[in-house]
T-cell receptor
Framework: GAGVSQSPRYKVAKRGRDVALRCDSI?????LYWYRQTLGQGSEVLTYSQSDAQRDKSGRPSGRFSAERPERSVSTLKIQRTEQGDSAVYLCASSLGYNSGANVLTFGAGSRLTVL | TQLLEQSPQFLSIQEGENLTVYCNSS?????LQWYRQEPGEGPVLLVTVVTGGEVKKLKRLTFQFGDARKDSSLHITAAQPGDTGLYLC????????????FGEGTQLTVNP
């Protein structure tokens, strides 16, 4: 596709439930990131994967966050046992490579998660 | 852990005014990017600066990378309501590759 697509755009979950968010990245992009964006705390990387790695490298100390990449241009972020503090916008971004900081990241529109 | 401090966090100005947003860190970055994000959308890249002291201009926007590559600024001249949005700076280090560290963002509102 022409851009990065995320679904669902909005998700409301009860505390304690598991949530899965999907990202369809750009064909040919090697690296895929998941960022969490909250007001006042900015955007922090949760996990990222390079190439065809199906298991992502987690940037978070909590084991509740994980991502899988069943296809090169598809990733699913899974949040287990959601907490109210998980309420945020989850952004997916992909880039052509990993090794250069000058690589352009293309972001999806985000999935807004609200945990009640 | 590399941190980027962005200021101000909120800025509300009148159309035609000038403004500057700052992005500071105690760490050195190999490159720094500025993004603009509108409500309900993801961040969109405006510019990448990679050389200390570099200045880049994009119409009414001027981006500067500090000589020591620890800070950056975004200056907007004669702001317009269409400039309203969330401006984010993001840095990459030699070891982080394309994995970016983001500032908290500056929410700019330009009133007509």
């Amino acid at each position: 596709g022409a851009g990065v697509s995320q679904s669902p755009r909005y998700k409301v979950a009860k505390r304690g439930r598991d949530v899965a968010l999907r990202c369809d990245s750009i064909s040919g992009h090697v690296t895929l990131y998941w960022y969490r964006q909250t007001l006042g705390q900015g955007s922090e990387v949760l996990t990222y994967s390079q190439s065809d790695a199906q298991r992502d490298k987690s940037g978070r100390p909590s084991g509740r966050f994980s991502a899988e990449r069943p296809e090169r241009s598809v990733s699913t972020l899974k949040i287990q046992r959601t907490e109210q503090g998980d309420s945020a916008v989850y952004l997916c971004a992909s880039s052509l490579g990993y090794n250069s900081g000058a690589n352009v990241l293309t972001f999806g529109a985000g999935s807004r998660l609200t945990v009640l | 852990t590399q941190l980027l401090e962005q200021s101000p966090q909120f800025l509300s100005i009148q159309e035609g005014e000038n403004l500057t947003v700052y992005c500071n860190s105690s760490s050195v970055f190999s490159s720094l990017q500025w993004y603009r994000q509108e409500p309900g959308e993801g961040p969109v890249l405006l510019v990448t600066v990679v050389t200390g002291g570099e200045v880049k201009k994009l119409k009414r926007l001027t981006f500067q990378f500090g000589d020591a590559r620890k800070d950056s600024s975004l200056h907007i001249t004669a702001a317009q309501p269409g400039d309203t949005g969330l401006y984010l700076c993001a840095g990459a280090s030699e070891t982080s590759g394309s994995r970016l560290t983001f500032g908290e963002g500056t929410q700019l509102t330009v009133n007509p």
